[in-house]
């Protein structure tokens, strides 16, 4: 099927100013270094999936998810604002991870890489 080009702009418009606000305008102390990594709309444009990464440990996501839920009302607002949106998604935040998963990939193949050094 046949992306929708709206739709596709849509989406990097909302991850570019999303970025933006978390960097300049968010002041909750519990939002880290957050980085947005995707937005995806869904179809009925009702609700967006926003994908971001957070650097540190568990309680560090965990504290960034929360100040970005109770930061989603302003952001929405905003970004309605911005973006002169009719009708705003509501935020769905989902932790990416896909660098963990990469990490983790690379640190095997160091590992497998290491014990056929070893073996020789």
């Known amino acids: 099927m ?11 418009s909302i991850k570019e100013l ?9 002041k ?3 939002v880290g270094f957050v980085t947005i990594t ?3 709309v869904a179809r009925d444009l009702v609700t967006a999936k926003v994908f971001y990464t957070v650097m540190g440990d568990e309680d560090e996501r965990k504290d960034s998810k929360e100040g970005l839920e109770s930061a989603k009302n302003f952001l929405r607002k905003t970004i309605s604002r911005e973006l002169k949106l009719r009708n705003t ?15 983790e990939i690379e640190d095997a193949i160091k590992r497998i890489h290491d014990d056929d050094e070893k073996e020789l």
């Open 2 to 12: 046949a992306k929708s080009f709206r739709k596709e702009r849509l989406n990097e």
């Open 18 to 26: 999303l970025s933006e606000l978390i960097l300049t305008r968010i």
């Open 28 to 30: 909750d102390p519990r």
């Open 38 to 40: 995707g937005v995806e």
């Open 89 to 103: 998604p509501d935020f769905r935040f989902m932790y990416d991870d896909t660098l963990d998963r990469s990490v």
